[in-house]
């Protein structure tokens, strides 16, 4: 199966495509958009390819078949979408366990299965610090997992099995110390959010009538950025508990017509067969909640690359898109025949098509 790539100048330049998609989430928040953010976001963008990737998804969605246009004929699943090597971490479970695996489907949208897997290698390509990590052997691993995930789907569960995951994830008294910090230093707004936040925030909390005792806005994420964030911090039981509120948006995917309902799928994936769930994420409306802690965390590319990059990680990063595509279909032969027949080089020249055609808009939003 060949990849081909469409022409540049076939498609929009990425300075007016993003006024427009900006233009687009001002009207779905109502112009409730956080100027500040947008500014961070923009800095992201500038900052290396990696980064830049993780912060346009809505432009993966509109261009990803003039790109590589082969893959618009593989059999579609609910999928995640805005799936990337830093969109993976840790909860606890409904029984205290501690699970692994994606944790953010705000973009997940009915499309082709191999979206996820080529946007996930992409990303691993444009995040490599050297040549040590060869493209072919990224695309492998991710493949390997994927196929053994299409057999054997299930939650990654660390408290009995992934000694090697949880010696990554296990938390300093430094890092577990700096999130405090953090959360200390987020300027307490006194009106605090507007209401549909607050009662959200409110709801979430471990019992009901709790005193919140500090609302603040929070910056994080990548492609989030702009969208209103509110954190409530209270005490609680001998301690501090906090729980975060975001304004939820259609997914960039079905932003572009002929694409299916513009309704937010990310609950469905967050709950599926073969996920161990946050019990404390949710979706209200159109405001996600999920609870704050220290004992929930990702690895982050900039100081962490041989961790994610290493082939046993790239291998349950496959094997979890497959888990998250099986726990809402049933399109288990479908997919099988498919991933099946596929040349074994497929995903090595998709990523890596893809991934130029990243650098190329990086590289023209620097210069923009």
Known sequence: ?????????????????????????????????????????WRKMSAAPFPFLRATYWRWAETIFDVCPALKAAPTVLAVGDIHLENFGTWRDADGRVVWGVNDFDEAAEMPYVLDLVRLA????????????????????????????????????????GAWLRRFLLLSETERMRFWQKMDHLPSVRKGPPALYRKAIEAAMPERDIEIIKFARR?????????????????????????????????????????GPRTLRCADLASGRYRAPDPWWRLTGNIIVRRLSPNSRKIEVVGNPEQLLG?????????????????????????DKDFSRRDPDWLLSAAKTAARFATSEYKDWRRG
Not at 138 to 151: F, M, S
Not at 220 to 234: E, F, K, N, T
């Open 1 to 41: 199966m060949t990849i081909s790539q469409a022409p540049h100048m076939a498609i929009a330049d990425i300075r007016r495509a993003n006024k427009q998609y900006e233009k687009w989430l001002r009207s779905e928040l109502r112009g409730d958009v956080v100027a500040s953010d947008l500014a961070e976001k």
């Open 122 to 161: 992409t990303s691993a390509i444009l995040a490599r610090p050297s040549r040590i990590f060869r493209s072919k052997d990224v695309c492998a691993a991710i493949l390997r997992g994927y196929a053994h995930g299409l057999k054997n789907p299930a939650p990654t569960v660390l408290d009995e099995d």
């Open 219 to 259: 910056t994080a994420g990548a492609g989030s950025l702009g969208r209103p964030r509110w954190v409530g911090i209270a005490h609680w039981r001998g301690g501090r508990v906090i729980r975060e509120a975001k304004a939820a948006v259609p997914s960039g995917w079905t932003r572009i017509p002929g694409r």
């Open 311 to 335: 082939r046993q990680m790239l291998r349950t990063m496959g094997h979890e898109l497959a888990s998250v595509h099986l726990g809402t279909t049933n399109r288990r032969a479908a997919l």
